[in-house]
């Protein structure tokens, strides 16, 4: 899910602008300013944009089309309380109709505030019979942002009933039955909607995320790589591009550590601990690299080492009884029987029934009461 990359801190945009709300408004000026902000944004100049935007809405605040644009951009920005702002505009302008309701919303979802992104969409709702077709996609997605899996088939699926070609629907049906655990399922509709419309950012970010849990990373790529081409800062498609660089770096990461596990089998401690390590600068969080680093360590004769990768993982996962005994034989190593003494004690709480920790335990207390005499 997105996150703003960067934390920004914004008043309402109706306060910073110039009030000429009794002046007589010129219809050709506001529309010469909203294109003009438009050609900006087109360019990804954003504050410039939002500049000519405000001047739009100072000589018309009643302009839908700058409020719309005005709010897109500051969800792009990842500023959420100026897209706030914009969008409640466009429903107190609008209070009729659901649009202002719709993308307030959209916005609450971005911003993981789901309750309230529920309240707005059922009030959209309400409004049209049959309610507009990103009503039902925006519950979708709130329903699946709260692994509320089943709520959210069923209300996609009730949507489409309706709108069965909206490639919003379709799209978000699709991803909801990946969730689901049904893959074949779920590609028909990402494929329908992907027919209808290739030239949908969100059609296309839903491919990447397929792909991604499909653990398919050079497909996920291809499709990241189109969604880039048509809005590199979309919501969705920044956030793909997160998920995909972790999604990439797990893959290399288990590729060197299955290498360096061939290594270590045949005995070639120093090539395994290389590609242990080229493992790691890949991702720094999987347990299991650590522990077989560690464990490569000690045969290499290097227990500080050893002691040092024990310790990270232990970091990630206390409660693994073998991390605390390798950790235990390289504090034995570093001639620590305290210390070895200590992590194998640690090793026997969590695994009471392992008789070789137990007889390493009685020979470190046999040893140091032999040094104590």
Known sequence: MYKPITKVITWAFLIIVPQVLFAQIDNNEVERLYQKGREMADQRYYTAAVDTLKLAFSQNPSHL?????????????????????AFKQVRQNNPQIPLGYVKMGELYWHWERYEL??????????????????V???????????????????????????????????????ITQAYMGGPK????????????????????????SYSLLMENISKAEYYLDRAIQLDPD????????????????????????QEGNRYFQKGLYR?????????LEEDSLIFEIYINLGFTNIHLGDPDHAA???????????????????????????NEPD?????????????????TVKQIIEDVKNALNTMEK
């Open 65 to 85: 089309k700058t409020l719309l644009l005005l709010g897109e951009i500051y969800l792009k920005m990842g500023n959420f309380p100026g897209a706030e702002q």
């Open 308 to 334: 040092d990768a024990f310790a990270k993982a232990i970091k990630l996962r206390p409660d693994y009884a073998p991390a605390w005994i390798g950790w235990g034989d390289a504090m034995l190593g570093l």
């Open 185 to 208: 399922k779920a590609r028909i509709f990402l494929d329908s909607a992907y027919t209808l419309d290739s030239n949908n950012s969100f059609v296309v970010n839903a491919l990447v």
């Open 271 to 279: 090539k395994a601990r290389e590609s242990y390590l080229r493992a």
């Open 117 to 134: 992104a529920l309240e707005y969409l059922k009030t959209a709702s309400k409004l049209t019979n049959p309610p507009e077709p990103e």
């Open 339 to 355: 210390s070895a003494l200590d992590k194998y004690e640690k090793a026997l709480e969590l695994d009471p029934d392992n008789e």
């Open 234 to 257: 979309d919501p969705f498609t920044r956030s793909n591009k997160i998920a995909h660089s972790l999604a990439s770096k797990g893959l290399k990461a288990q590729e060197h550590f």
């Open 136 to 174: 039902f996609g925006w519950k979708g997605q709130v329903f699946r942002s709260q692994q509320k899996l089943a709520e959210s088939d069923s209300i996609l699926k009730e949507g489409l009933k309706h709108y069965p070609n909206n490639p919003f629907l379709l799209s978000n049906y699709g």
